[in-house]
């Protein structure tokens, strides 16, 4: 049995435990897993597998010992999904971890495949948590950390306008803070952040989101075009207009009060609340219903359901733009 390292802090541990949704703090984890490994042995065999490429049996056959002893990593994605059979697999593996191999689960959290994340844990493995951020304050805090991780400094009214202009996506979030720490010298501040980022979030994704659940279909769209050809990813858009119709329906659902008790209560901040009840004038139930099918429909299209992406952008925008005057 291989003697156990520090599950702490030791990349190299025999398990890594990566446990959470969001997509670049797995990632993350992963990388920082395979560069400690080829740090140790440049010749280690990396073999990332999803759920359903790993199937009884798999896992003993990547794990048998070979004639060079050689370093390797085995990485499996969605470990909640995988079959009945291969968990027992896994969990006899992790009775008996391989010398020079380490295994990497990720795993989403919640109810499904609990028993192999349980069992994981009980095995001393080294976690990871890669929560997905879903407030603002988180995706704040996200943005000093990156700052802190790279040694520069940031005033919070630049990481505030960073995360204004940009948005929910931590890739993007962390690839602006990577190009600022690149180029500007000293501390960063909001003026900084504004020269770079400024026609960013005047051509963003939620600035399409915010025209469109106005009722603005003429500037949506030009938003939209603008967006597009300053390389903004249409999942993004098909994700701000998601958002932009939940807002809506969350808080005409929700009961009068001040800005402060309503941010608590629906998880925005209190700005966004004044922003929304200005956007909701014209919106129904119905109007609601009808633009989440279309942000729905659009979304499916982006990601591979239908064959002009650009174009389920558009009529996703104009039935947005529709919904948002149904009550006028």
Known sequence: MATRRNSTDDPLAPLTLAVGQEDLLLDRAVQQVVAAARV????????????????????????SPSLFAERKVVIVRNAQDLSADTIKDVKAYLGDPVEEITLVLLHAGGAKGKGLLDAARKAGAREVACPKTTKPAERLSFVRSEFRALGRSATPEACQALVDSIGSDLRELASAVSQLVADVEGTIDEAVVARYYTGRAEASSFTVADRAVEGRAAEALEALRWSLSTGVAPVLITSALAQGVRAIGKLSSARGGRPADLARELGMPP?????????????????VAVALRAVAEADAGVKGGGDDPEYALEKAVVAVARAARSGR
Not at 40 to 63: C, H, I, Y
């Open 40 to 63: 140790s042995d440049p010749d280690t065999d990396v073999r990332d597998l999803t759920s359903d490429q790993l199937q009884p049996g798999t896992l003993a056959e990547l794990t």
């Open 271 to 287: 700005w966004k609340i004044d922003r929304v009840r200005q956007q909701m004038r014209g919106w129904t139930p119905d109007g």
